[in-house]
Structures are given as structure tokens and as C-alpha cells.
């Protein structure tokens, strides 16, 4: 007892030297201090390596979406980073419908199997993601060979028979699923999706009470982006409260939280926080990323078929991210975990839409082959003032 309360003291020293060297190193703008912190960080003095999700263990969880790449198992460098700074595993897209059943009466296991496979041998809070949503869909759920929507009831029992295999094969493994995905407007209404146009509302109620059925552990989701405009984000909470009245389990809202470096502002996010709290909800920031980039016809939100013409003027840092453009990014970063944490007894996790910048989605949308960097790991997996930045809101309160 005594000897670890030491070890972490010697640690706590350790690494508050290094960061007040890093802080010193951020602003002469040299790569030696942050090779020491780095260094700290990884864990040199033998102790085991202070990730983030040790950093902010006693706030919430802090989360990484799994690529595909990763999952099939091509970077075991890139396993390790995930397993020492994360707490918490989202599949970015190895548990959507038409990765993982493609078709009816086929089911692909195999990259979700390595998913939950991963969260279990690192003792990590694995959210699926996710079992209803209108994207990444085949086709041939709603409509047969000849071109006709399907009945009401095959749809309904496609639904449930998609929610009973998937969760069921996972009981107990899943701390979270997303089981809802987008299923509101911007402008605060239902989307009028093959879900929505076939089951009507109630379509949102049923997948939460078959998930609960199927797993009755796993904490269940309302996920969607764009939770910051009042009119969605109002209609949402609405339609979740009524549902909920009615019996629908429900433990939480994500915010996807797919932001730029300025928009949307802090006290935007902070409203949100508070009014899905205010409601008795959880908070999950989902898909945590921000986007450096000119936005493409000043379009917000992450609707996934959206997709705009590449030019040059849109993809402006093909090599690397000017300096100043740099520490804006490690502002932001650094202003969204000092409200995530500010919020703590809402907040219940924060993740990241992917690990390193290298793979991030945002390098082709919404416009496909820019070069984008919107994470806290550059492209080779190091961590960037941005990672500093967020891990030095810890370092700073524990030694101080
Ligand atoms: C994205 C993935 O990151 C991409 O690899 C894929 O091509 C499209 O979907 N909202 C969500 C996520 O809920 O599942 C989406 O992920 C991003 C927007």
C-alpha cells in the first residue's frame, strides 16, 4: 500500500516535470521536451504507462473508435497505443449492418468477434455501434428483387431477428450499445427513414425494449450528431422522456460530436450537456473529432452520404498542418475536456472517432482525398500538442 501511494508520488513528480518541460517546449516550439514527456508517459521509470484513460479514470471513460485496419490486426504498434491510452472501444465499422450481415442469411463475424475479443483482453468498455440506423444498410432490408417495399411485419421482424443475433451474440460482453442511430432532423423532426416510413415512431421504442430482452445489462443509446441545434436536440430529449414514460429503457444520449475549431461554440455544447443530463439522461461524447479543414459549402453535420467535389482550395495542408493551425487545434482540444470535465457527473465518457489521423474518416468526408487532422495521434501514431494539451489538464490538477 504504502510503496504504491510512494510510486505514484515518484510518478506524479516525474511527470509534472515533464510537462511543465513540454509546456516550456510548446512554446519554444522544440521536439526534445515532448520526447521526454512522451517518454513519461510511456511509462519509463518501470511503473505502468499513464494513458489518458488512467489520466481520466476517476471522470469518465476515454474512448477510441476501432478502424477496420486495426481490427484485422495489421498494427500491432497501433493495438498497443489503443490498449495503454484508451478505456473505452467503439467498432467504427465492424458491427454495422452491412459489414456484419450482409445479406440476409449471411452473417461476417469476423471483425466484430475481434472487436469484443479486444475489449475483453484489455478489460475495456466496449460500445457497440450500432443496431438500428438508415446508413450502411443493404438495400434488400426494405425492398425485395423486384424493385417493391417489403411488407410492414418483414420489415419489423427483420428488425428484431438483426437486434436478437447481434446482441445476442455479444450478452454480457457489451457495456453499451448505440441502439438508435440519427433517427432525427436537424430542423426537429423524425427522419423519414425505411424505418421510420415503413414502422412509424414506434419503430424507436422497440429497438430499445428488444435490446434490453436481448442484453438486459448493457446500457442502451440514443446516438446522433448535430445535438447542439436546440430544435433537434429538444425534439430528441422530447421523444426519448415520452417513450420512457411508457417503459422504454433508456440510459443515455450521444453526442456525436463531430466539430470544427471553433463551431460549435463551448457554451452551445455545454447547453446540450445540460438539458440530456436535465432529462435524467447520461452524456456520451460518441465520436469525438475535430475538423481543421475549410468547410465544404459550409455544411455541418455527419450524415454519411453527404459528398461534396474535392478541390484544391478545400484540401489547403496536403502536407502538414501550419503551426498556428497547430496549437488552435490543441486550444480547442483542450477547451472541450476542461467542459467535459467541469461536467464529470453527467459525462460518462468521451471517445474519439478513430486513433490516429492517419485513418480518421474526415480525410474523405465530406469531401473524398483530402488530408485532414483531426485527431489527438498524428498519422505515425505520436501524440501532437493536442494529446498534450488534454492529458496536461490532468497532470496539472494531480501535482498541483
Ligand atoms: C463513419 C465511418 O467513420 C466511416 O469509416 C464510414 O465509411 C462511414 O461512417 N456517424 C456515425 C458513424 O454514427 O458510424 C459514422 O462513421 C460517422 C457519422
Redesign the pocket.
Known sequence: MKKTTMMNQQRRLFLRSAFTAAGIGLVLGSASPKRLLAEALAGQSGASAPGLGALFGGDFKVGTALSNNTLQAQNPGLEALVAREFSAITA??AMKWEEVHPQADVWDWQRADHFVDFGQRHQMYTIG??LVWHS?MPESVFVDGHGRLRKRSDIEQTMESHIAALAGRYRGKIQAWDVV??AVTDDGQWRKSHWYNALGENYFSRAFHLAREVDPNAELLY?D?NMTIPAKRDFALEQIVKFRKQGMPVHGVGM?A?VHLSEPAIAKIEASIEAIAAAGLDVHIT?LDVDVLPQAYDYMG?E?STNFAYSEELNPFPEQLPEKIVDELAARYESLFKLFLKHRDKVRRVTL?GTTDAES?KNDWPVVGRTNYPLIFDRDGEPKKAYYAVAGLKVAAKSS
Open positions: 467504427e465499422n455501434h450500432t450502411q442511430n440519427e446516438n450528431y456525436q463531430h465520436e455527419a454519411i472517432w474518416w
